[in-house]
Structures are given as C-alpha cells and as structure tokens.
C-alpha cells in the first residue's frame, strides 16, 4: 500500500503574525517558517503503518515555492522514503492545490492520500476534502483514529457532537487530527540521511492546471485589539466586579 | 440570484447554527432557499419552513441521507446549485465536511468561515487564528461560503410559512459507510451558543479536578470548555476544545481557569464579552486579553468562586 502525503510550509505555530503597515498582508520576511502542525501527524501516521508493514511506501509533496523543499526534506527525515516539489510561486489556493494534487494522485496512484485537516496560515480548511470530491474518493476528515483493515479504512473523526466512526474502502483521503498519534522528531543521522533522499521537482505550470487566485485579496487588518483590563486582588473583588460592574452574573 | 442555504439537522430538529447561517444568508440576498437532506425528516423541514427568512424549503428525501455523510449531501447540492448565485452554510464539522466538496465540483474557491458579509461577493474572514482579518473578494461567478456561527445572530424562529417543495436524492455513495456517532449527551448549554463558558486547562492537572470547573458551571448554568492541552492530556473529550482547530465561543462571560492562553486557545474565545483569567502566573499571556485577572492558585480560588456565588441572592441565567 502507497501511501501519498501532503505538507504544507507554513509560518511556525509560535510566531506571534503581524500585519504589514500597508495592509498588504502579514510579514513573512525573516519570520521562522515549519510545516503545518496537523500535517505532521500525516506524515507520522504513514510512517507508523510502514512501520507496521501495512504500508510499502511513504511518498512526501508540498506546493509551494522552492523553500517549500525544507517542508518536503523534514517529512523525509522523519520516514518518508522519496518526495516532491511542485514548484508554484505566488498565492495558491486550495481549489489549486488540490488540482495540483489530482494530477500526482493520477500519476502516482497512491491508495492512501493523508494530509492535515487545516493549515494554520489560511485556516480554509478545504484541501483535503476538494481532492477527495475531484477523485471521486470517499473522505474522512478530522481523523483522530485510523484502523487499517483489509480494503479499507476505519476511522473516527472528531466532530463537534462528540466523535464519529465511518468505514472507507480504500482509495481515500484522510485529512488528520493533532490528536491522531504524536509526531516524532528527527534524528541528527535520520536528517544526514534524508539529504540522500530524492524530490522530484515539477513546475507547477507543466501540469496544466490553472492555479492563478479566484479571490482578491483586498486588504489585511489587525484583529481589533481588546481594552487592557484589570488584576482583581481577591475572589471577593472578583464576584462583586462581576456582579455589579460587568453585570453578567 | 438567490442564495441556497444548507440546513445541519438531525432529521427531527434543526441544529443551532442553522439560525445563524440563515441570517449572514439572508445579508447577501433576501431570497433564501434552504436545502434540507435527510430521512424522513418532515419535522426539521417544517421547522426551517417556519423562519420567516426562508423563502422556500427544498427537502431532499433518501435512506442514505439519515446520516451526514459529505459524499451522499454533496451531489445533491451541486445538482441544485445552478439556479443560486450562493452556497451557504457553517463554518463548524458539518459545513467545513461538505462545502468544499460542493465547491471543487462547481470549480469555485471556497471561501470559508466569514465574519463578516461587506457585499455579495466581498467577505471579511480571519487568517492565521484571527491575529489577522483578511477582506476578500471573490471573482467566481458562484460562491460557496461557509460562515463562523458566533458571528451572526441566530435569526427568528417562528411566525414563517415557506412553502416546501421535494427534490430527487442523488444516488448513494457506495465507498463510504456510517458506522457509529458517540455524541456526549448533556443537560448543559451548548458550549457553542452558552451565555457563560467555564474553561479548564492544563493548570487542572487531572481530568477528576475538571470537578471543580464542572461545580462553576453548574451555579452559573454555562458551559463547559477546554484547552487543547486539556484534553490532549484527557482530562475531558474533543467535543469540549475551544481554539483555532476546536470551537470559536462568544459568551458574555468567559472564564478561564489554569489556561495559559496560547494564540490557538484565545483564537477561539478573544471575542467573548467579559473574559475572566485565573492562573497563578502573572505572566501568562491570558492575562493580556482578560477584563479581570486573578493571580492565584486555582485550587484555592474555585471553591471560594462557588463560596462568593453562594452569597449572592440571585445569579442569572
């Protein structure tokens, strides 16, 4: 079993994002840049069924830039046997991406496709589920627990109510949970042995897919910032604050 | 055109956020259609028939609709969608499950979890856990949206009588099968929708001390939330996660107990009205977005909370 698995490079999840003075968007110049957390525990999830001899191979891709290597290069330290770069410069949006996507799942024929449920940058949360619906695949998304069974996949997925379990034969795609397994970190002779490692690099232009954006960005802003509040010195202050200046108790 | 909203149900009762989606549909065009898919779920249909909002139900009957499953709804929603200029639905598991399924088939660039309607096809939406508000305008000749609930107020319940015409089920889609829900049953408010939301952390330092959140809650009739440390570490279930990859919440009061206040964390509660801090570091960065911090060590100051609400002569509800 093939296993195919999307990671995006992302800015890391610690960096405090400012917007730009002009409103352009946020600053990405000298900010650290790692791959989108969720996509991680795609990533660890392949290599774990490799692991356990239900998947043969754990192939790496990314979209994006040509930094966007680094992303593709850390998946390979952590397990990934090959990658590839789809090289596109400029805004991607998932529509894109997961065009993009289709036409690697068409050459690579993987029978698994994981990737992270959202990416913390755009936060659209569609990527996985846009391939799924252009394959014709069965999606399960949000996946906080996957069972590999003779031709398919059980899986339960997290859903505001509680949790949900559904049966998908295989192909599919899995779009994975932080809570799904915890990502392992690479090794100092895993990462030396990952530079070996191949990426095929593809211009996004040679696979004929239109990536240029459907949506205009208009402008970017601050959120709105709140009142800087008080340090209350008893529970006595608290609950007469509450109760008689706030007045929502 | 008219705009096509996508009604979340459970076949007997619309679910919350429906309200919600109902009203941001209703700021882009006056001429709402509902969608409802489901079995034999007459009674949700009559309910959406009764928002004065919707102009007309549509109701979509088939056994393979009794359980939300993207690749059976989805079909139907493409199939109807050439007679709208917009797809609507939430921004919460259901909405984020199925529009952009609808929307890779229709070629559109969804545009998802919108705070804001400025005109039919400009939206306002956070990026990067709302530490930014990006305006957005969409050049497809359709769009599908979906928006955050807490953003828009739920729209009337009563007093409308849309007439509901039936349209054909898709066929099933054999490759995926429901097999079980585990929803946890609670006589709480939801948290999505409380007036007051108690949130415990990883300050709580076991799921048996989530007993004292859960006290807080009981005499403030709320909710009960959670950091994703929280439950990661299984001190209380997904369900109850509030933060950039769980539930947005805008209670009156929220508050927040041993939570260090993570970007993820406030990205799901920084718009409540009143939000409450109680850690025992100073520095935590939750204090920086709290109305009113309380420096202190949370197994002290939670049952003098319940001590102090216990003097009150009346506390709302």
């Known amino acids: 079993m093939k296993i195919l698995v999307a990671v995006k490079r992302v800015i890391d999840y610690n960096v405090q994002v400012r917007v730009k003075e ?117 999606q399960a998304t949000f996946a906080s627990k996957i069972q590999v069974k003779d031709k398919s996949l059980e899986v339960t997925r997290e859903i505001d109510e509680g949790l949900e379990t559904i049966e998908i034969n295989i192909p599919a795609i899995v779009t994975c949970d932080l809570r799904l397994n915890e990502p392992r970190y690479a090794s100092l002779p895993n990462i030396m042995k990952a530079k070996k490692k191949p990426i095929e690099q593809i211009n996004a232009s040679d696979l004929g897919v239109d990536t240029a954006p459907r949506i205009e960005q208009n402008r970017v802003d601050e959120p709105p910032k709140r009142k800087a509040g008080i340090k209350v010195s008893s529970v006595a202050e608290l609950v007469q604050k509450l109760k008689n200046e706030a007045k929502v108790i | 055109m008219s ?120 939206f306002l939406r956070p990026i990067y856990a709302g530490n930014a508000f990006a305006t957005v305008k969409s050049k497809d000749p359709k769009k599908c949206v979906t928006i955050r609930p807490t953003s828009f107020d739920p729209c009337e319940s009563s007093g409308g009588s849309a007439p509901i015409e039936k349209a054909e089920p898709s066929a099933e889609f054999g490759q995926t099968k429901f097999i ?87 990205a799901g509660m920084k718009e409540s009205k009143v939000i409450v801090a109680i850690n025992k570091d100073g520095e935590a960065p939750i204090f920086s977005v709290a109305d009113y911090g309380l420096e202190a060590d949370l197994f002290e100051a939670l049952p003098q909370f319940l001590e102090e609400l216990n003097k009150l002569n009346t506390i709302q509800k």
């Not at chain 2, 545009?111 to 804001?116: E, L, N, Q, Y």
């Open chain 1, 22 to 138: 002009d409103n352009s968007g946020v600053v990405t110049d000298n900010v650290k840049m790692s791959t989108n957390p969720p996509d991680d525990n795609a990533i660890e999830e392949a290599v774990k069924l490799k692991e356990a001899g239900k998947a043969t191979e754990v192939v790496a891709i990314s979209v994006g830039e040509e930094k966007a290597q680094e992303t593709v290069r850390k998946a390979l330290a952590v397990g990934a046997d090959r990658g590839i770069l789809i090289k596109a410069d400029g805004t991607l949006e998932p529509l894109a991406v997961s065009k993009l996507l289709q036409k690697i799942v068409e050459k690579e024929k993987p029978d698994l496709v994981f990737m992270g449920k959202q990416a913390i940058d755009d936060d659209c949360n569609q990527t996985g589920q846009m391939l799924s619906a252009l394959l014709n695949w069965p």
């Open chain 2, 3 to 122: 705009v096509l909203l996508v009604a979340e149900h459970n076949n007997k009762e619309l679910k919350p956020f429906t309200f919600n989606a109902i009203t941001a549909a209703s700021q882009v065009d006056s001429d709402v259609h509902a969608v409802i898919i489901g079995s034999n779920c007459e009674e949700a249909a009559k309910a959406l028939s009764n928002l004065p909002l919707v102009k007309k139900v549509i109701q979509v009957e088939g056994d393979h609709y009794e359980n939300f499953v993207a690749e059976n709804f989805a079909p139907v929603i493409v199939k109807l969608a050439e007679n709208y200029s917009h797809i609507i639905s939430s921004a919460n598991t259901f909405g984020k499950n199925l529009m952009p399924r609808v929307a890779a088939v229709l070629d559109t660039s969804q545009i998802s979890d919108v705070t804001k309607i400025i005109s039919a096809d400009t």
């Open chain 2, 180 to 266: 079980k829900r585990e929803e946890v049953k609670s006589d709480r408010p939801e948290l999505g929708t409380a007036r007051v939301v108690v949130s415990g952390g990883r300050g709580m330092q076991s799921g048996d001390n989530f007993k004292l959140i859960t006290s807080l809650a009981d005499k403030l009739n709320a909710a009960i939330g959670a950091s994703r440390a929280a439950v990661d570490a299984g001190y209380i279930s997904n369900d109850h996660q509030v933060g950039q990859t769980g539930k947005v919440v805008v209670p009156d009061l929220y508050i927040a107990v041993g939570i260090s206040g993570a970007i993820q964390h406030l």
